[in-house]
């Protein structure tokens, strides 16, 4: 009931195009993630679908509904900002009640959902403080709530957890993931977050300059990326890649092998450089290798691995985890 | 050390204090003297008497500059005058700006770029032609139709509701705020008018006292040209008009400096009070370099 | 476009619209619709209240108001062709001879002298002026902007110095230096009359009292040559708080680590200033400036309350003429003419600031 379709949109802001040509299904009640470099388009796309950015052609359609030009209320859509965009002069209760004081909704309905939203998010002792009072987390959760009571078709969320320290954004993804499967509605979420992208979407789209580079199930995107772009974007640290004499012996213009795949040999392998700095995280240790020919290689091995800055080693690219691009474009198997 | 520092600080409070009374001096003069008979006031005037409340003080000044001149009602005329202006044009300008910042419409940057071009034209360059205009105004009032606007309060109030700067300082603190909160309004379902009224006009109490601050000042202390030029009735004259009466027949100082304080006064005391206000209003204007 | 694709976009030109719409419809009706007809105006010769309907006259009235003319002047000589002399200096014809119905000298016609220069050899350069009150209140509002401008800010720069400082009640100085903004001209010029009155004067005693006597009392107002720097001392008095408070805005926001660099740096308190606070200032004293300038121009209330133009035109100002033609003598198009050449140099100011904040980015 929440499927949204874009066809042929496009955007242009003044005389730069931002969205050339644009069409993509994302099915009803998915996860859908967009991803892309910074000013690819993602957060224009979903303004448009929420309706606070005009289209310059092309139709939304929202559930069958063609809400191209809707107001944004009248789209089924609820939108989480990035800023949260509380309104600093409302409490919690108002803040998430407000689209329904507006719709002029009786006292008693509008208590009831915003304790029912209060619950879900676990907000109830915070409902008579302004947003200034609350920590950033609760901030976010305020504006979840208020996304919640609009009871929407389909969520839009622009990077929610980017303002955010590292344990908090965790814990917030478990409860999105939560949210998800209890509401079961759309959800449509941009970020830059690789973890993000990976752990909470069912579909992620990875864009590039306003177009789809593709499309479909986070481990089909990293096992086989379509184009050079998506390979060197999914995935951290990124894949490497090698072109010249290696790239034509396999027959191809790019090598593409991810750090994890890469093996490690004190003895002897297909390539040959000099560890140049290594970075322990802990349960994996993230090795920069500088080769002759190919400039440095990033390799990621177990974490209690002792290793000595200068000295050699003999890497192995393993026959079943090679990607050969021609032209910027996977060449099938 | 610590010696040598303190003398440095007296220094520098004893230059600000000099400084402080070069800024003082005539308005201590002034409501000294308006308890002063007006002989007194001239011989005092001859020494540092002048700022002290020494000799005969008393009220009769006052009491004779209300004989002389209907103050009551020029003071409720100003205050009329100024407070309809500052309250409408808040509500024109915060409008209209508002529009010019959050809406898309055609014709959107013409207008606005038209009317904060107007900042720069002096009011006292346009005032003959304006008089013709308001000369030439229909007006149905209380009072039945009129032909022209001439001696009333809306000549005083109408050509000044809406002006470049007000509007400008609306634009300039909208621009700042958040346009997510704007968003998410309106995906709340809020009309464009609800928008403004329970989400930006909340938010906008800084720039709502810059603007009224500024307006009150420009309104109560600038009614001098054009009320000498549209309003020859008494009934409608501002406060600062009222010092003609001071002039007629003989020139009587001490009622002058009673006239001066009363009109005054009050504008001082409003600014003591709100000083952090009224100073961070003209601060706010500096925004635009 | 589809039809609800207009609707969408009827909707919001509605809201925008109706939102913008009265205080745009109030500012054209009397703002920009007064100030096209003073430019139409100017080109005629309407009257405020005149049998005679206006007709155009095209820039006639700006050519009386600028009209200049010079005329070099012999001495005059005697039979012997010596220099005849009058009080021990040379005697030089009558102006009027010239300026009266001439027929040799067309152009001087009803001109009258402004100024002249000794040339040499006796010779003398008369600058002669067709309108000399507006001349006069053109060179007095220039001369007025030209001194207050540059004073007002400087005082005001060095008083925001003063108070930009972390003393205990530096807030009480900052509240009394601020004063005098918020009286109302009119207030404070009639105020200074009497402070400045030749006999019963302030002023006067207070110079007394500080110089023991040596200084003898001035009818300030009364004199061609202390009227206008009276009538300035006292507008400087009543703005410099307000252009204060905007440098002390521009102060505060230069970071403070800069500060801290120069004093690690050990730099002296005026080579801070000279490198760390004034390039840190630039666009607020752009803005001082113009504001300053821009009021200066329109020296209005301090002439009408305090000498009416006077004595002998020392002060006039081109907002008191215009008033005084359009409004007072009811000469709408001279007054308009005024009002336009104003209006062009307030222009050409706003221009000159575009350009100097434009060459930075
Ligand atoms: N209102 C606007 N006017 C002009 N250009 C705009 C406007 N909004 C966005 N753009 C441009 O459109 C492009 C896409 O912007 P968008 O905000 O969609 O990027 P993004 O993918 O969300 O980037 P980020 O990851 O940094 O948020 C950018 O190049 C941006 O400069
Ligand atoms: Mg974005």
């Not at chain 3, 209240?49 to 050519?63: C, D, K, Q, T």
């Amino acid at each position: 009931m929440g499927q949204v379709l874009l066809k042929s949109v496009r955007k242009s802001f003044g005389s730069a195009e931002v969205i050339p040509d644009l069409s993509l299904a994302i099915p009803d009640g998915s996860f859908t993630v967009l991803v892309g470099p910074s000013g690819c388009g993602k957060s224009t796309i979903l303004r448009m679908i929420a309706g606070l950015e005009d289209v310059s052609s092309g139709t939304i359609k929202i559930n069958d509904r063609d809400v191209t030009y809707r107001e944004p209320s009248q789209r089924g859509i609820a939108m989480v900002f990035q800023s949260y965009a509380l309104y600093p002069h409302m409490t919690v209760a108002e803040n998430i009640g407000f689209g329904m004081i507006l719709a002029k909704r009786p006292k008693a309905e509008i208590n009831k959902r915003v304790g029912e939203a209060a619950a879900i998010l676990r907000l109830e002792h915070l409902l008579d403080r302004k947003p200034k009072q609350l920590s950033g987390g609760q901030r976010q959760r305020v504006a979840i709530g208020r996304a919640i009571t609009r009871d929407p078709q389909v969520f839009l969320f622009d990077e929610p957890l980017s303002n955010l320290d590292a344990s908090l954004r965790g814990q917030m993804r478990v409860e999105l993931a939560e949210l998800h499967s209890k509401i079961g509605a759309t959800m449509i979420y941009v970020t830059h977050d690789q973890v993000e992208a990976m752990t909470m979407a069912d579909q992620i789209v990875v864009l590039n300059n306003g177009r789809i580079e593709q499309q479909g199930m986070p481990m089909e995107l990293y096992i086989a990326p379509k184009t050079r772009f998506v390979a060197g974007f999914i995935g951290a640290p990124s894949m490497n890649f090698f072109e010249g004499s290696i790239a034509s012996q396999h027959d191809c213009d790019a090598l593409g092998v991810r750090p994890e795949h890469i093996g490690l040999r004190d003895d002897d392998g297909d390539l040959t450089g000099r560890i140049r700095h290594a970075e322990q995280l802990g349960s994996d240790t993230i090795i920069y290798v500088h080769h002759d020919d190919y400039g440095q290689i990033t390799v990621r091995a177990e974490g209690n691995r002792v290793l000595d800055i200068g000295s050699t080693v003999h890497l192995t690219l393993p026959a079943e985890h090679l990607h050969r691009f021609r032209n910027g474009f996977r060449i099938q198997d | 050390m610590p010696a040598q520092r303190l003398a440095k600080l007296s220094l520098d409070y004893l230059l600000l204090a000099w400084i402080a009374l070069v800024f003082v001096f005539p308005v201590v003069f002034m409501v000294m003297s308006s308890f002063k008979s007006d002989l007194q006031l001239l011989r005092d005037s001859a020494s540092l008497r002048a700022f002290l409340p020494v000799g005969d003080l008393s009220f009769d000044n006052y009491a004779k500059a209300f004989q002389r001149a209907p103050i009551g009602l020029f003071i409720l005329n100003s205050v009329f005058i100024t407070a309809v202006t500052v309250c409408v044009s808040l509500l024109l300008a915060s409008l209209a700006a508002f529009s010019f910042v959050f809406l898309q419409w055609v014709g959107r940057s013409v207008l606005m770029a038209a009317v904060l071009a107007t900042f720069i034209v002096p009011f006292e360059t346009i005032a003959v032609p304006l008089l013709l205009i308001v000369n030439n105004l229909p007006w149905i009032g209380l009072d039945g139709f009129k032909t022209s606007w001439l001696n009333s309060y809306q000549v005083q109030i109408v050509p000044f509701i809406a002006d470049a700067l007000t509007i400008f300082l609306f634009v300039q603190y909208f621009k700042d705020l958040p346009k997510e909160l704007v968003e998410a309004a309106r995906i709340d379902g809020a009309t464009w008018f609800q928008v403004y009224r329970r989400v930006v006009m909340p938010l906008s109490g800084p720039v709502l006292a810059t603007a009224a601050i500024l307006k009150f000042l420009m309104m109560y202390n600038n009614q001098l040209l054009w009320p000498i030029m549209v309003v020859q009735e008494e009934s409608y004259r501002p406060v600062m008009l009222g010092l003609q009466y001071f002039f007629q027949l003989n020139t009587a100082w001490g009622e002058i400096m009673a006239y001066l304080t009363i009109i005054t006064v009050p504008v001082l005391a409003f600014y003591l009070v709100l000083q952090k206000a009224f100073i961070a209003s003209i601060a706010s204007t500096g925004i635009k370099g | 476009m589809n039809a609800e694709q207009l609707a969408a976009r009827r909707r919001q030109n509605r809201a925008g619209w109706a939102m913008a719409l009265p205080a745009c419809l109030l500012i054209f009706a009397f703002l920009i619709t007064p100030f096209f007809m003073a430019f139409g105006l100017s080109l005629t010769n309407q009257r405020l209240i005149s049998p005679n309907p206006a007709e155009f006259v095209g820039l006639r009235n700006f050519e009386r108001l600028l009209g200049v003319g010079l005329l070099t002047l012999d001495p005059l000589r005697d039979e012997n062709g010596e220099v005849r002399l009058k009080g021990g200096e040379p005697e030089y014809p009558r102006i009027r001879s010239f300026t009266r119905g001439n027929p040799d000298y067309p152009r001087l016609n009803r001109m009258r002298e402004w100024f002249r220069i000794d040339l040499p050899g006796d010779r003398q350069l008369v600058v002669l002026a067709k309108d000399l009150v507006f001349i006069k209140a053109l060179k007095n509002t220039v001369l007025f902007v030209a001194v207050v401008a540059p004073v007002q800010s400087g005082l005001a720069l060095i008083l925001a110095l003063l108070i930009n400082r972390p003393l205990r009640g530096i807030n009480v100085f900052r509240t009394i230096y601020f004063a005098p903004v918020v009286i109302s001209m009119v207030v404070v010029a009639m105020l200074w009359r009497f402070i400045y009155d030749g006999q019963n004067g302030i002023l006067n005693s207070l110079l007394g009292i500080f110089s023991f006597g040596a200084i003898e009392p001035i009818s300030w107002l009364g004199n061609t040559s202390t009227a206008l720097p009276a009538i300035m001392a006292m507008s400087v008095w009543q703005g410099v708080g307000f252009h204060m408070v905007i440098w002390l805005s521009g102060l505060q926001t230069i970071p403070q680590p800069l500060y801290e660099v120069a004093r690690i740096e050990g730099a002296t308190g005026w080579q801070t200033f000279r490198y760390v606070t004034w390039p840190g200032l630039r666009n607020t004293a752009i803005l001082v400036m113009v504001i300053i300038t821009m009021q200066a121009f329109t020296l209005y209330p301090q002439v009408q309350v305090m000498t009416r133009g006077g004595p002998l035109d020392s002060t006039q100002s081109l907002v008191f003429q215009a008033v005084v033609r359009g409004y007072e003598k009811q000469d709408i198009a001279g007054g308009s003419a005024i009002s336009v050449l104003l209006f062009l140099f307030v222009l050409a100011i706003s221009l000159f600031q575009r350009y100097l904040t434009r060459d930075r980015d």
